[in-house]
């Protein structure tokens, strides 16, 4: 058998919560992605460690997260420097990284991409926003379409957003060429319009060379 390569899962499993919240968990760990207000805070129960994007209130929770940590004394969260300030008095236990770092998270290697949420209107300032890639594997954006200078094999599409065109997301999947894509951020959709624009991702639209999937809030898939 291969040796098991550092910072990398052998299986990883991802779970759909709700809106733009995933966990990646093993055996071992359990990570969690912008726990945000649209999310149930049982995705914060028996976490190793979280993510944070962006200060958004649909990726960050500032009470409830606070909450997990006063819980938990060993949970620890990484995230931007605008987020952290929204945390403080936690010491050491939050994290500030930004475009180009490299950290290890509850044995996961992460690589930080990305460093401006995506425009809304010209009028509205832009925030900090950062993507995390996961143990080599998974890509969370947060809210923007940044492309990693480095292989991702899958990638989460966030599929709706008040900044977002559906073309803009087609052209992103096939910007980034990973193996296979996730929809997230898909909170504010009913079912007509999730068919809608799941559907121009996919067998209804131009085409792209990744194949993107939705899970449903609870589902997982292996990866």
């Keep these: 058998m291969l040796p098991r390569a550092p910072g990398r899962m052998r299986l990883m499993e991802l779970t759909k919560h709700g809106h733009a919240c995933v966990v990646l968990g093993d055996e071992e760990r359990r990570l969690v992605i912008d726990p ?10 028996g976490a ?3 993510l944070i994007t962006h200060e958004h209130p649909d990726h960050f929770d500032p009470q409830r997260l606070r909450a997990a ?9 990484w995230t931007n420097k605008s987020v952290a300030a929204k945390l403080e008095g936690l010491g050491g236990r939050v994290h500030v990284v930004g475009h180009g770092d490299a950290v290890t998270v509850a044995g996961l290697e992460v690589h930080v991409h990305g460093e401006l949420h995506a425009e809304i209107h010209p009028d509205i300032p832009r925030i900090a926003n950062i993507g995390f890639l996961v143990g080599g594997r ?8 940044t492309v990693p200078e480095e292989p991702v094999a899958t990638l989460l599409v966030p599929l709706h957003a008040p900044w977002s065109r559906t073309a803009d ?16 951020h898909d909170g504010l959709l009913n079912d007509t319009g999730l068919g809608v624009v799941s559907g121009l991702l996919g067998e209804r639209g131009p085409g792209t060379p990744t194949p993107v999937r ?10």
Aim: net charge negative.
């Design 214 to 223: 939705r899970l449903a809030p609870g589902d997982s898939a292996e990866l």
């Design 36 to 45: 945000g207000a649209f999310t149930d805070a049982a995705a914060l129960e």
């Design 169 to 184: 997301l087609i052209d992103y999947v096939r910007a980034v060429q990973a193996d296979q894509a996730f929809a997230v």
């Design 69 to 77: 940590l006063d819980a938990d004394p060993a949970l620890e969260v």
């Design 138 to 145: 998974v890509f969370h954006p947060g809210d923007a379409l």
């Design 48 to 50: 190793a460690a979280v």
